[in-house]
C-alpha cells in the first residue's frame, strides 16, 4: 500500500510538472527571442519542482523524472519494483498533463506558442542529434548529482532543499532552453511527444529518444561520481 501511495504521488508530481512547465511554455513562447517567455518558461518548471518538493517530495521524494529515480536507484536509495513504479507512473503523470493541456487549449482555441505541446527539439542545435544529447547529458548529470547532494543524509540544508533544487532546475533552463527546450527529464518530454503524434505533429516523437536516452545517461553518471565522490570523503574521515 505504501508504494502505491508513492507512485500515486509522483503521478500527480510529474502532471502538475507537465501542467504548469510545459503550459507555461505553450501560453508565452519560449523561443530565444523572445526573452520575457523564456524566463518565464524557465521559472514554470522550477517553480512546479518548488511546490512538488514540499507538496509531495515527503511521500515518494518527489523525483518526477526518470532520470532522478535511476540516480535514485544507482545509490541505493530505491529498490528496482519501486523504480519501475516511479517510471510508469510520472509518465503516465506526463501523458495526463499534456492531455489536459491539448484538450484545455483545443476546446479554448488558445494557441500554442510551442507548436508541440512544449515538446523538446533539436532546433536550437541545427538538428544536430549528437549535440542535443551532450546538452541533455551534461544537464542531466548537473542536476541530478545537486539532488544526490541536497537530499543526502551527510548533507543538511533543512526545509531548503527543494528551494534549491528548483531554483538549480531555473538555472538548467535558462541556459537550456534555447539548445533543446530543455528535457532532463525522459517523461517530461515523452508524455507531449506522444500526445503532440496524436494530434497530428509527428516530428517531436521522431526525436524523442534523444530526450530518454540522453538524460538517463546522465543521470547514472551523476549517481557514479556522487558514489565515488561520497565514498573519498568518508575514506578520508
Known sequence: ?????????????????????????????CDAVNGCGYILTAFAFGLAIVALAYGVGNI?????????????????????AD????????????????????????????EDKTGGLGTNGLGGVNGSAGAGVLVEIVLTFLFVILILGVTSKNQSHGSFGGLIIGLTLVAIHIIGIGLTGTSV???????????????????PIG????????????????????????????NEE
Open 1 to 29: 500500500m505504501e508504494s502505491i501511495k508513492k507512485y500515486i504521488a509522483e503521478f500527480i508530481g510529474t502532471f502538475t510538472l507537465v501542467f504548469i512547465g510545459c503550459g507555461t511554455a505553450m501560453l508565452v513562447g
Open 60 to 80: 515518494s521524494g518527489g523525483h518526477v523524472n526518470p532520470a532522478v529515480s535511476l540516480g535514485v536507484l544507482i545509490s541505493g536509495g530505491m529498490t528496482v
Open 83 to 110: 523504480f519501475c513504479g516511479y517510471v510508469v507512473a510520472q509518465v503516465l503523470g506526463a501523458l495526463a498533463g499534456s492531455g489536459l493541456l491539448a484538450a484545455i487549449f483545443d476546446m479554448g482555441g488558445v
Open 185 to 203: 527529464n525522459p517523461a517530461r518530454s515523452l508524455g507531449p511527444a506522444i500526445v503532440a503524434a496524436i494530434q497530428g505533429n509527428t516530428e
Open 207 to 234: 526525436v524523442v529518444w534523444v530526450f530518454i536516452v540522453a538524460p538517463l545517461i546522465g543521470g547514472a553518471l551523476a549517481a557514479f561520481v556522487y558514489k565515488f565522490l561520497e565514498s573519498a570523503k568518508a
